[in-house]
Each structure stands twice: as structure tokens, then as C-alpha cells.
């Protein structure tokens, strides 16, 4: 029984310790259809958004202390690589030519307790991505705009 308490109680503070509340993220996408590049259709355009969405969110979960948050409102994106159509596959979507970087332009406003402590607007460009694209899964979608906005927000927002 013992070994049973021990185990529970071990499980109770690893699990306890990643439920820390941490900074926040609210992210808008400002005229969406005026963007240059996010997607290849609507239904592509809508997952792209919603995963850059999401992995801003998660950015400020891992690197914004929890008193903080921040306000993002994108105003353009374009998604690495270009689109081709193809005779075999339909449309592609082609990356790693050296021309056809990802970019990303937003506004953003750092706030905690009621006082803005930073705000800004970044144009965010990765001209190298195609040196990049080996370290990246397969499995990943936009993993070219997301190790872009990663080395963005670590060097904007992570404690230093």
C-alpha cells in the first residue's frame, strides 16, 4: 500500500506542477482575405490560421510569465514556399527556394496589472528557413512559420 500512496502522491506533484498558470495570448487575424499567402483554398487558409493562432498561444504559455499578456493582431502572412499545380498530385505547395521565405507582419502589446510594459509592430522573416527545412518533421504543418515566430518571441518576450 505503501508504494501505491507513494506513487500517487509523486503523480499529484508532477502533475500539479505543470498546472502553474502561465502568460496569456490573444491573437486576431486583422482582413484575413487581404493577407498575401495563407492558404491554398479556404479550408487550408482557416487550418493555417487557426495553427498560427494556436502556436502563439502556446508560445506565451511557455515563455510569458503568468502576471503577463499579450495582445497580437496579424496583418499578414506569407507562407513559406509557393503554390503548384501539378499533373500527378493537384496543387502543391513547393518550399526551399530561397525567394519564397515566410513571413509574418503583426502589432503586438505586452500587458500586466492594467499597464502596458511593451507594444510594437515586426515584420518577421526568416530568409534563411530553407537551411532549416532538414531539421523539421514531416508530420508538422507550418513548420517553417513556426520556427520563425519561435526565435521571434524567445528574443522579444522570454525572460532573460
Not at 482575405?33 to 479556404?42: H, L, P, R
Not at 502572412?77 to 499545380?85: N, Q
Not at 526568416?126 to 504543418?141: K, Q, V
Request: net charge neutral; charged share 20%.
Amino acid at each position: 500500500m505503501k508504494p501505491l500512496f507513494l506513487a500517487s502522491v509523486c503523480a499529484a506533484l508532477v502533475l500539479g506542477g505543470g498546472a502553474t498558470s502561465a502568460g496569456t495570448v490573444q491573437v486576431v487575424f486583422v482582413q484575413p482575405d487581404t493577407f498575401t499567402d495563407v492558404g491554398d483554398g479556404d479550408r487550408d487558409t482557416n487550418a493555417s490560421l487557426q495553427a498560427i493562432g494556436d502556436y502563439l498561444q502556446w508560445l506565451g504559455q511557455r515563455y510569458l510569465p503568468p502576471e503577463q499578456s499579450l495582445d497580437i493582431e496579424v496583418l499578414d502572412v506569407a507562407l513559406a514556399g509557393k503554390v503548384r499545380p501539378t499533373f500527378r498530385w493537384g496543387i502543391v505547395r513547393v518550399v526551399g527556394k530561397p525567394l519564397d521565405w515566410p513571413q509574418i507582419k503583426l502589432h503586438y502589446r505586452l500587458h500586466a496589472d492594467g499597464k502596458t510594459l511593451g507594444s510594437g509592430e515586426a515584420s518577421i522573416a526568416d530568409m534563411a528557413y530553407s537551411i532549416h527545412l532538414g531539421s523539421y518533421t514531416g508530420l508538422d504543418t507550418l513548420s517553417s512559420e513556426k520556427h520563425m515566430l519561435k526565435s521571434w518571441f524567445r528574443g522579444q518576450f522570454a525572460k532573460k
